[in-house]
């Protein structure tokens, strides 16, 4: 069975035309005229980015949300910018969907995924910080009866140059409100930027480290009860019966509901109780025709796709098979990925209250459109009958962005008691079991090589799942997933980075039951693996050093080749590293990002993995807080890392094998690496921070260990391999 | 019914005695910094100290604290002033999402009382939560300025 999104009905087409791409520009037409729109404390809104207090906090709107990586600060660091703002005196808030909608998106996308959060709103959100501030000095300029030209604005300081008169932006705010905005206001040029750029600090940290955040799975309301959920685990079965009547007596259990027709809850006083009355309930499914599918079905059927003439065409120049057929050498090698699951920190999880005439819903979401559309569809209500709260996200990963079952299931619990709070919580088992699974994917490839060897074509057939064919059928290209190519597209943001004369690359698509979804860094996790390694292996079969042999066929890629020789000089690549220590080499094109990573491993007893140390570099354009951006390659080097060394959901009998950390596990503190990074931002483009590195820490490793050991190894996690990360 | 001695108060909460810890903690005693990430002592993100040394609160039945003096995130910071590990976490900005941190600075905490300058080997050894968004390398750095502190 395949996952998909709720369907969006009439009711829910704001979002619906915006969700399907219709574009974002919708932003900032708010009539305005004589009323002043309020926020909540009454303070007037400058307009739909900017709120400003009597007391001159400005309150900056955000609509993306913050799930860790920094999206909330580096956004404000853009509006404040523009605004001319006292940065210390800068708060945010998160509109909600509802007003959203009333308000014909005037915050635009609420999507926080694809490291989109800064650099597919950076135009926009920074014109609303521009509007407000001219908005503001004309609100000046018209109580001293001067022409605005006369007037500037800096840190929330008003002056009128000739007369040397000041103001705040706290006492214009009123004033400003009531104004017309202006259209399309002129942006600074990056040279003026005093705060984009800069590092300052998050505005979110202090709450994290006390126990005061609320995260959603935190959340008390009046007369909430808690909620303990099982799904069938063969994913598209059904339940079959169930005997309420053996748990409805113990502790604190108000209610045992059938939520959809593959679920059951429990839902008691507190969710320990929930919890407990669910593992004694005793369920009947009827797992389907799924429960026939193994890992090792799936795997021949993508093995299959090798071969198959039937494939997508994603990459393509030259004649690939005359090439090869012609090879005077010619290599071959086959790569597999497995299912990953996100299994962000805090499991999912949404608080739901429900009436005939009202349903809101409290969830940590990466959308809040996407929670509000679930909303909409699980309760029958029109868009003006709900409304969603955006609460802090324990983590994201991708887990949260496209999928809100948890959402769904929340309302479809809530709505057989109307007027009670409920908060659904998933166990670990549970979130682990139920993911949106990173895709499978194989991949064979062959170089070919002639007499000089000189690399003269290569074929890169991938084999596996689509993630848009579950989740967002109308984002195909007549039947071709474009997502499937990150990183060895001919152009745009995950751009191949290397030219060869004969060259094919495409997709036989094989999907499972199994639901995919987009996994912090999606498909280019598999893609820089499958590329960067064989690379690698090319480059030894041809008998050149690995960093040559790519430098040979990038100089018409300028960009790619910046990043790549930055971690080679910094890495000393070519000079001697220390005793026993091993490097290698990998780089990509990643969400519109040039990355590139130089590791430096050793191998003890052949299978225990020490990373010393990976020098990382990014040209990611602008910069926007270069503090933040090295958390984000450190960070989401963890996360390759603990995918390639420890990480894999396995089908057995049509369900996922893994059930908590002690069989999925995650890196720790001991095996971290030193990571230095290089952000080397060249200008003049927007690239992603939060995913694109991801990606180069897993072929560099690799690469790596071939160098240290003389071992290949093409299926992950390494732990089949008995390897370990020490 | 369990007594239990909370950051310094003393309170009776109405559960079964099993209950995980952390369950009483975070509703019972309506403390929610303590946070759960496995259920099953892998994680580390429901740590609390018991008479100061670090356990996992959610495989410790409450019968088993009854007793003992119980210190939660919200316990740690003396009277508003933040620990010292709190502050290298704010120095460092150590937290992306955060969801650990309560586990990881408390994992820290009871370390530092043990082992007032811990090396590498010995943070490695005693910190083994799992921080999904990877917030490690800040990690380590912090655990040194707060033992310097
Ligand atoms: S929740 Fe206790 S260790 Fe994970
Ligand atoms: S900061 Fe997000 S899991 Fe550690």
């Not at chain 1, 998160?94 to 014909?104: A, D, I, L």
């Not at chain 1, 429900?354 to 819903?361: F, G, I, K, L, N």
């Not at chain 1, 690359?505 to 693996?529: C, E, K, L, S, Y």
């Not at chain 1, 040039?594 to 602008?622: M, N, P, Q």
Request: with cysteine.
């Amino acid at each position: 069975m395949i996952t998909r999104t709720p369907k969006l009905n009439r009711r829910s087409f704001v979002i619906g035309s915006a969700a399907a791409g219709a574009g974002l520009a919708l932003g900032l037409k708010i009539p305005f005229g004589a009323s002043v729109v309020r926020a909540q404390d009454g303070s007037p809104e400058v307009n739909a980015w900017v709120v400003i207090r009597p007391d001159d906090t400005v309150v900056i709107r955000i609509a993306r949300s913050e799930m860790g990586q920094g999206t909330l600060t580096g956004l404000a660091q853009m509006v404040a910018e523009e605004l001319e703002c006292d940065w210390s005196k800068v708060k945010t808030e998160y509109p909600t969907p509802g007003q959203s909608v009333k308000r014909k998106r005037a915050w635009g996308d609420f999507s926080t995924g694809g490291s989109r959060g800064i650099r597919d709103s950076h135009q926009y959100v920074r014109e609303g910080g521009a509007t407000a501030r001219i908005m503001l000095i004309q609100a000046a300029a018209n109580a001293w009866n001067v022409p605005a030209s006369e007037c500037s604005a800096s840190n929330s300081v008003i002056t009128h140059k000739p007369s040397g008169r000041k103001t705040t932006y706290g006492k214009v705010a009123e004033a400003a409100a009531k104004l017309t905005q202006p259209e399309k206001p002129t942006l600074k040029d990056p040279t003026e930027w005093k705060l984009i750029g800069k590092s300052v600090k998050r505005l979110d940290t202090i709450d994290k480290l006390t126990g005061k955040q609320v995260y959603g799975f935190d959340l008390k309301l009046p007369g909430m009860l808690n909620a303990s959920i099982k799904d069938c685990p063969v994913f598209g079965g059904k339940v079959k019966s169930y005997e309420a009547a053996k748990v409805t007596g113990m502790p604190g259990v108000r209610h045992v509901v059938k939520v959809g027709d593959s679920a059951v809850a429990v839902v008691a006083d507190t969710w320990w109780q929930a919890k407990t009355a669910l593992d004694a309930l005793p369920i009947v499914w009827d797992e389907g025709e799924n429960a026939k599918v193994s890992s090792a079905s799936i795997a021949a059927m993508l093995k299959e796709g090798l071969d198959a003439d039937q494939a997508f065409v994603a990459n393509q120049n030259g004649d690939v098979k005359a090439a090869i057929a012609g090879a005077a050498k010619k290599i071959e090698a086959v790569y597999a990925y497995p299912f990953q699951n996100h299994a962000p920190m805090e499991p999912m999880n949404a608080t739901a209250k429900y009436t005939p005439d009202r349903c809101e819903v409290w969830v940590p979401t990466q959308n809040g459109e996407a929670a509000f559309a679930a909303t909409l569809a699980a309760s029958g209500l029109p868009a003006d009958k709900c409304e969603v709260y955006k609460i802090n996200l324990g983590g994201g990963f991708g887990r949260r962005g496209a999928f809100h079952d948890y959402v769904t299931q929340a309302v479809l619990i809530a709505k057989q008691m109307p007027g009670t709070p409920v908060k659904l919580l998933w166990t670990r088992e549970e979130d682990m079991q139920h993911g949106r699974y990173h895709p499978v994917m194989q991949c064979k490839l062959v170089g070919a090589f002639d007499a000089g060897n000189n690399l003269t074509g290569l074929h890169m057939r991938l084999s596996g799942q689509s993630i848009l064919t579950a989740v967002r059928p109308e984002a195909l290209q007549q039947g071709k997933d474009p997502l499937v190519f990150q990183g060895l597209n001919p152009g745009g943001d995950f751009a191949f980075g290397y030219s060869v004369p004969n060259l094919l690359i495409d997709h036989a698509m094989r999907n499972t039951h199994v639901p995919p979804g987009f996994w912090r860094g999606v498909n280019i996790n598999q893609n820089a693996i499958f590329l960067e390694c064989f690379m690698d292996e090319m480059a030894h079969a041809a008998g050149q050093d690995p960093l040559e042999f790519r430098r040979k066929l990038m100089s018409k890629h300028p960009k790619h080749l910046a990043v790549l020789n930055a971690v080679a000089d910094r890495a000393g690549w070519g000079k001697p590293a220390p005793r026993g220590v091993y490097r290698g080499l990998a780089h990509m094109h990643s969400f519109a990002s040039y990355v590139a990573a130089c590791a430096e491993i050793s191998v003890k007893d052949g299978d225990k993995v020490k990373i010393h140390r990976i020098v990382a570099a990014t040209d990611c354009g602008y910069a926007v807080n270069p503090a933040q951006i090295e958390r984000q390659i450190a960070g989401s080097f963890v996360y390759g890392l603990s995918g390639l060394f420890m990480e894999e959901c396995t089908v057995k009998d049509g369900y996922i094998e893994q059930t908590n950390f002690n069989t999925y596990d995650s890196m720790r503190i001991a095996q971290m690496p030193k990571v230095e990074s290089i952000i080397m931002a060249s200008g003049g483009f927007w690239g992603g921070v939060g995913e694109p590195t991801i990606c180069v820490a897993a072929p560099a490793v690799l690469n790596a260990f071939f160098a240290a050991t003389g071992k290949r190894i093409r299926t992950f996690p390494l732990k089949n391999h008995g390897i370990t990360l020490v | 019914m369990a007594r239990l001695t909370i950051n310094g108060k003393t309170l009776e909460v109405n559960v079964n005695p099993s209950t995980p810890l952390l369950w009483a903690i975070r509703e019972q005693v309506g403390l929610t910094g303590t946070k759960y990430g496995c259920g099953i002592a892998q994680c580390g993100a429901c740590t609390v100290h018991l008479d100061g040394a670090a356990v996992r609160s959610c495989v410790l039945p409450v019968a088993a604290a009854e007793g003992k003096k119980i210190t939660t995130i919200e316990g740690l910071a003396n009277g508003g002033a933040l620990n010292k590990v709190q502050k290298a976490w704010l120095d460092h900005e150590v937290p992306q999402c955060g969801y650990c941190q309560s586990g990881m600075i408390m994992a820290v905490a009871a370390l530092l009382k043990e082992k007032p300058k811990p090396t590498d080997a010995e943070i490695d050894a005693r910190i083994t939560n799992i921080c999904r968004c990877g917030t490690f390398q800040q990690v380590r750095e912090a655990i040194h300025a707060a033992a310097k502190a």
